[in-house]
């Protein structure tokens, strides 16, 4: 009876220990609905303010609110609603950040008819990285017409943003979107698109983060 309990102890102890290797980590909330602490503006202009619990952006010109912590390996979670009419929006991930510039990894946030939503750009450098050509190439066409339906037009859509070594993948509403191998950056800040878009206000709600131990 006693070998049992010991070997029923080492399973526990072993998987235990196999769950923490293989980054079995709690997830945290970026935003308590009360307080922007984790985060910051690096611009000079732009409006952020809290809503009922949401994080709401508005300006006259492009900005990124970001965290103020950098990632390296993690998943990240967050909602997003566009606002009505011409929008598009982004969530950076593993970017770098200076005053009045934030450049890096960016999930597509597309309002428009085009359905790129979920694809990777590399803002402020390399531009779109997959699909590689979305704008009337054969790759772009095949993304619309299959993980660009993922997207719901004036509702809210859920990205999960998968960064594991050189491994980044983008989800929308649970449909993989983005599958792609990039050694560029290897951590960063995650930050809040706005486009610039005049009077359209940009809401965001429940961000949080599994930090993937190693």
């Not at 952020?48 to 990124?64: P, Y």
């Not at 598009?88 to 770098?96: A, D, E, L, P, Q």
Request: glycine share 10%; net charge positive; aromatic share 12%.
């Amino acid at each position: 009876m006693f070998r049992k309990l010991c070997l029923v102890a080492a399973v526990l102890l072993l998987s235990g220990f196999n769950a923490w290797c293989e980054g079995d980590s709690e997830w945290k909330s970026l935003f308590d609905g009360k307080n922007l602490d984790a985060w910051e503006n690096p611009y000079t202009w732009g409006e952020v303010t809290i809503v009922n619990g949401e994080i709401h952006l508005k300006a006259n010109r492009k900005f990124f609110l970001c965290t103020k912590e950098k990632f390296a390996d993690f998943i990240f979670e967050v909602e997003i609603l566009l606002p009505e009419g011409k929008a598009n929006s982004g969530v950076m991930f593993r970017c770098h950040k200076e005053k009045n510039k934030v450049f890096g990894y960016q999930a597509e946030v597309d309002g428009s008819e085009r359905k790129w939503s979920g694809g990777l750009y590399d803002e402020g450098r390399r531009g779109w990285l997959s699909p590689k050509k979305p704008n009337n190439s054969e790759s772009g066409t095949a993304f619309r017409e299959n993980q660009g339906k993922a997207f719901k037009r004036n509702d809210w859509n859920t990205y999960s943003i998968h960064c594991e070594g050189n491994k980044l993948k983008i989800s929308v509403n649970g449909t993989l979107c983005t599958d792609y191998e990039d050694k560029t950056d290897t951590e960063g800040y995650i930050g809040l698109q706005h486009h610039g878009e005049k009077g359209q206000t940009y809401r965001f709600r429940n961000p949080k983060i599994k930090v993937i131990r190693k």
